[in-house]
């Protein structure tokens, strides 16, 4: 299969696939890299009576409560749910967009086939958010409902649930996550038509590992600081709020509405730096990593098609 054959375009095709797994790989690293910022972030998210310090003095003081394992608390099912979450995104979105002609590549094309793909995603992998955020936030104060977690893995978490509290629980946060969708979208489009500009500039010149680095960081900077109330919201629904003024089954809106009345516009930002640090850097890395690993699982099966 050289590089100067027919290029193996469509949804179901080997550039596709390895788009995917580069995704899903790059996605994993970069979790396991920075994953104590995503426990700092779901704890300020989710405990009310924590003050919302600087990212560091929080990781500070839950090492010192609780040990530095609790960093790390139910890791093993967050990247097995990322891995599978990108793997989907990146092999809908360049399935997609593997239909389209080159041409007709544009910021809207970008946006609108990374918001096919982010719809596609969440009612496919909801269920295994909805579980490790749970397994996350196991031994910590939490909605009475909800502490009494008999499980372990995200299969026994997804067959629990299911049993005890109703299919219709495997998908909470499906509103939050489906308006959510704006935030990969907004990415993706950012970053795509960024490196469209820079391979463009480059002509046939290999980008440096840095600039991938960058863009990444810019896209999902852009992104989170647009989507974040949303994002808060979300991961209170998936794992249970604690208001006593709101029924258990709020929707987002009364979620929303409650914590603006009550706290205000920095309520709905609580947890945003730490989100922004693990988020900002772990999107940077993934795109470094994903387009190092696709460029390498091409180069040495002899098959070169332009990395758009």
């Given at each position: 299969?050289?590089?100067?054959?027919?290029?193996?375009?469509?949804?179901?095709?080997?550039?596709?696939?390895?788009?995917?797994?580069?995704?899903?790989?790059?996605?994993?690293v970069a979790?396991?890299?920075?994953?104590?910022?995503?426990?700092?972030?779901?704890?300020?998210?989710?405990?009310?009576?924590?003050?919302?310090?600087?990212t560091?003095?929080?990781?500070?003081?839950?090492?010192?409560?609780?040990?530095?394992?609790?960093?790390?608390?139910?890791?093993?099912?967050?990247?097995?749910?990322l891995?599978?979450?990108?793997?989907?995104?990146?092999?809908?979105?360049?399935?997609?967009?593997?239909?389209?002609?080159?041409?007709?590549?544009?910021?809207?094309?970008?946006?609108?086939?990374?918001?096919?793909?982010?719809?596609?995603?969440?009612?496919?992998?909801?269920?295994?958010?909805?579980?490790?955020?749970?397994?996350?936030?196991?031994?910590?104060?939490?909605?009475?409902?909800?502490?009494?977690?008999?499980?372990?893995?995200?299969?026994?978490?997804?067959?629990?649930?299911?049993?005890?509290?109703?299919?219709?629980?495997?998908?909470a946060?499906?509103?939050?996550?489906?308006?959510?969708?704006?935030?990969?979208?907004?990415?993706?489009?950012?970053?795509?038509?960024?490196?469209?500009?820079?391979?463009?500039?480059?002509?046939?010149?290999?980008?440096?590992?840095?600039?991938?680095?960058?863009?990444?960081?810019?896209?999902?900077?852009?992104?989170?600081?647009?989507?974040?109330?949303?994002?808060?919201?979300?991961?209170?629904?998936?794992?249970?709020?604690?208001?006593?003024?709101?029924?258990?089954?709020?929707?987002?809106?009364?979620?929303?509405?409650?914590?603006?009345?009550?706290?205000?516009?920095?309520?709905?930002?609580?947890?945003?730096?730490?989100?922004?640090?693990?988020?900002v850097?772990?999107?940077?890395?993934?795109?470094?990593?994903?387009?190092?690993?696709?460029?390498?699982?091409?180069?040495?099966?002899?098959?070169?098609?332009?990395?758009?």
């Amino acid at each position: 299969m050289g590089g100067g054959g027919p290029r193996n375009r469509g949804i179901f095709s080997y550039d596709t696939l390895v788009h995917a797994i580069s995704g899903a790989a790059g996605s994993v690293v970069a979790m396991a890299a920075f994953y104590p910022l995503d426990t700092v972030r779901s704890r300020l998210q989710l405990e009310e009576g924590r003050q919302s310090k600087n990212t560091l003095a929080v990781i500070q003081e839950l090492v010192a409560k609780e040990g530095p394992y609790t960093l790390y608390r139910g890791i093993v099912p967050v990247l097995q749910s990322l891995c599978a979450s990108n793997f989907v995104y990146f092999y809908t979105f360049h399935g997609l967009k593997e239909l389209r002609s080159r041409r007709n590549q544009t910021a809207g094309s970008d946006l609108l086939l990374a918001s096919i793909a982010g719809v596609i995603n969440v009612l496919t992998t909801t269920p295994l958010w909805v579980v490790n955020t749970r397994l996350k936030m196991r031994g910590v104060e939490t909605a009475p409902e909800k502490n009494n977690n008999e499980y372990d893995t995200l299969y026994d978490g997804i067959v629990h649930i299911w049993r005890y509290e109703g299919l219709q629980h495997l998908w909470a946060g499906t509103l939050p996550s489906l308006m959510l969708v704006m935030n990969p979208a907004i990415q993706f489009m950012t970053y795509e038509s960024i490196k469209r500009r820079v391979n463009a500039s480059l002509g046939d010149a290999q980008p440096p590992a840095w600039i991938f680095f960058a863009i990444g960081a810019i896209a999902k900077t852009i992104a989170t600081s647009l989507t974040y109330p949303l994002q808060l919201v979300q991961t209170k629904l998936r794992h249970g709020h604690k208001y006593p003024n709101l029924p258990p089954n709020a929707g987002t809106l009364q979620i929303l509405f409650y914590i603006l009345k009550r706290q205000g516009i920095r309520g709905l930002y609580k947890g945003m730096e730490a989100k922004l640090l693990q988020t900002v850097l772990m999107a940077a890395l993934m795109f470094l990593a994903y387009e190092k690993i696709a460029r390498f699982v091409f180069r040495i099966l002899l098959h070169r098609p332009v990395l758009r």
